[in-house]
């Protein structure tokens, strides 16, 4: 896979755009499944709001960590090591780095999320996600990238078109 550049998302009814830094994306297509030994990764995605355009900035991810969970179509995020990377960004932002979502990858390579992809996105934005406040979740394929964007009460998630 490469993706070199960043890439810009249209984000849902015309609410801004999400971009991901060419930085970033180089992070995490690194863990793209491309042989079949490899197990799923993923992590969290942080970065930055920009208010006055509805635009939402992805420039820090955390990658796999010590008491994760990692099989060949699974990955269980381990809490304690992903949130003290999220504490340590927003105390040294003066608290403008936030919490965006999460990321992982699949083993296909057109990525969509499974089930229990869906249960999950469920529960990030129980815990995460104020009324009307969207979280992304990102998949990495084995020759492409998608995005959702997802809000709670009631649940829905969309993917967002690369532009």
Known sequence: MNEPEALLFQRKAGCGKLKITSAILQQITAYAQ???????????????????????????????????????????RSATPHQKTLNDSWFSSD??????????????????????????????????????????????????IAVWEATHKPFTYQKLKKI
Do not use: M
């Open 34 to 76: 491309l042989k079949p030994q490899q197990a799923e990764a993923g992590g969290i995605l942080l970065g930055r709001f920009i208010v006055e355009a509805d635009d939402v900035v992805i420039d820090e991810v955390t990658v796999p960590k010590t008491g994760d969970r990692r099989h060949r179509t699974g990955f269980w």
């Open 95 to 144: 608290g403008t780095c936030n919490y965006l979502g999460e990321w992982h990858t699949h083993p296909e390579p057109n990525p969509n999320p499974s089930g229990r992809d869906l249960n999950s996105w469920k529960e990030q934005l129980i815990k995460f996600a104020q009324d009307g406040i969207s979280l992304f979740f990102v998949i990495v394929g084995t020759q492409h």
